[in-house]
T-cell receptor, first 111, second 113 residues
């Protein structure tokens, strides 16, 4: 079945350092979404990528979708304490009518 | 209004109890979802309703029974749960199907004793 692998599982950085999380799918994805879940909170939608090679930016966050539409990344430049939380990717492939979530990357930011 | 509401926030129930979780959205979304989330794990899909009809049941045990009374409401009826069912239960909605972004509610923290 469809699987979405996400690494690293956990990362802690000093405030101001950069952070990247990666997702890889066993199948070609029709779209990939990214969500952020703060500690004690619920997942909040960040962005969706649809096109091969797509790059989208939101302030300090940069999202990429691979050329083969099997991988994606989220990069945060100059992390802040407000970036703390778990970042999930969630992908959908044409044959599956549901989103498959990656395991998530927990980000800790030390001031 | 981009909010999904869920009640109750917390629920403690015994293994012989019957209880219900409720979810509501007023965004005009036609797809609604129930997820189960254990600590430090991703949300795990349980059910999907599309246009008020059950479209996906991820082989969830029958002690969980979903219901969609109308396009704005989603219920999850619980009966004879097990302690391992203790988790955060999240409701979500999206425009039509999961091609669109999902809006999650705050969840119900369920403890089964």
């Amino acid at each position: 079945g469809q699987q979405v692998m996400q690494i690293p599982q956990y990362q802690h950085v000093q405030e101001g350092e950069d952070f990247t999380t990666y997702c890889n799918s066993s199948t070609t994805l029709s779209n990939i979404q990214w969500y952020k879940q703060r500690p004690g909170g619920h997942p909040v939608f960040l962005i969706q990528l649809v096109k091969s090679g797509e790059v989208k930016k939101q302030k300090r966050l940069t999202f990429q979708f691979g050329e083969a539409k099997k991988n994606s990344s989220l990069h945060i430049t100059a992390t802040q304490t407000t970036d703390v939380g778990t970042y999930f990717c969630a992908g959908r492939s044409g044959g599956y009518n549901k989103l498959i979530f990656g395991a998530g990357t927990r980000l800790a930011v030390h001031p | 209004d981009t909010e999904v509401t869920q009640t109750p926030k917390h629920l403690v129930m015994g293994m012989t109890n019957k209880k219900s979780l409720k979810c509501e959205q007023h965004m005009g979304h036609r797809a609604m979802y129930w997820y189960k989330q254990k600590a430090k794990k991703p949300p795990e899909l349980m059910f999907v309703y599309s246009y008020e009809k059950l479209s996906i049941n991820e082989s969830v045990p029958s002690r969980f029974s979903p219901e969609c009374p109308n396009s704005s409401l989603l219920n999850l009826h619980l009966h004879a749960l097990q302690p391992e069912d203790s988790a955060l239960y999240l409701c979500a909605s999206s425009q039509v199907d999961n091609y669109y972004e999902q809006y999650f509610g705050p969840g119900t923290r369920l403890t089964v004793t």
